[in-house]
């Protein structure tokens, strides 16, 4: 238990079509990252939220946004959606600065595109 | 961007035995992670070790900073153990991402 929540689990969704993905930080927690992990593969950065700003991004296309509202939750967007985007979004949050900056991630939100 | 290479990439051993992942990477870190991902994709914290030596049960973990390198090992394996490790660094000159290494893919046979 993370104390990461993300949400759907599980979804399906056809090309072309738009998605949005949520998760609760941990409480306390003042920074979320996102993360796509396809198969077979390691997670790579997608962008990560501080304070509500975004502070640094993945290689990632426009296409692919985001929010992080005042309570450090956060929500993950994908427009126009691809085939290739189908993966496993993983979630994380931390506390910037404190020592020992351990991060922690959700379960993951498994997109499937059609 | 900073570089992590992971070996083994696969490991099958019996249960009870003991084993070693590595972790090389290629920049200073200031954070450096193990994790556990298990079957349904939850990624689990390990160890929070950017340099030194930590234990938690079966489990250890060594980071050599100035080599560039970190160690995994699991002792006396249980099935429980199977599953994906994945080291994730955080460079000292990138911005606060984790860049995650290609994993170990390890599987205990009872």
């Known amino acids: 238990e993370t104390g990461v929540t993300q949400s759907p689990t599980h979804l399906i969704k056809t090309r072309g079509q738009q998605v949005t993905l949520r998760c609760s930080s941990q409480?306390?927690?003042?920074?979320v990252s996102w993360y796509q992990q396809a198969l077979g593969q390691g997670p790579q950065f997608i962008f990560q939220?501080?304070?509500?700003?975004?502070?640094g991004r993945g290689n990632f296309p426009p296409r692919f946004s985001g929010l992080q509202f005042p309570n450090y939750s956060s929500e993950l967007n994908v427009n126009a959606l691809e085939l290739d985007d189908s993966a496993l979004y993983l979630c994380?949050?931390?506390?910037?600065?404190?020592?020992?900056?351990?991060?922690?991630f959700g379960e993951g939100s498994w997109l499937t595109v059609v | 961007g900073i570089q992590v290479e992971q070996s083994p990439p696969d490991l099958i051993l019996q249960e009870g035995a003991n084993s070693t992942l590595r972790c090389n990477f290629s920049?200073?870190?200031?954070?450096l992670q193990w994790f556990h991902q298990n079957p349904w994709g939850q990624l689990i914290n390990l160890f929070y070790?950017?340099?030194g030596t930590k234990q938690n049960g079966r489990l250890s973990a060594t980071t050599v900073a100035t080599e560039r390198y970190s160690l995994l090992y699991i002792s006396s394996s249980q099935t429980t153990d199977s599953g994906v490790y994945f080291c994730?660094?955080?460079?000292?000159?990138?911005?606060?991402?984790?860049?995650f290494g290609t994993g170990t893919r390890l599987t205990i046979i009872p």
């Open positions: 939220y501080y304070r509500e700003e975004e502070n």
């Open positions: 409480s306390g927690h003042n920074t």
């Open positions: 994730a660094l955080i460079s000292n000159f990138g911005n606060e991402k984790l860049t």
């Open positions: 994380a949050s931390s506390l910037r600065g404190a020592p020992g900056n351990t991060i922690y």
């Open positions: 070790i950017p340099s």
């Open positions: 920049d200073s870190v200031n954070n």
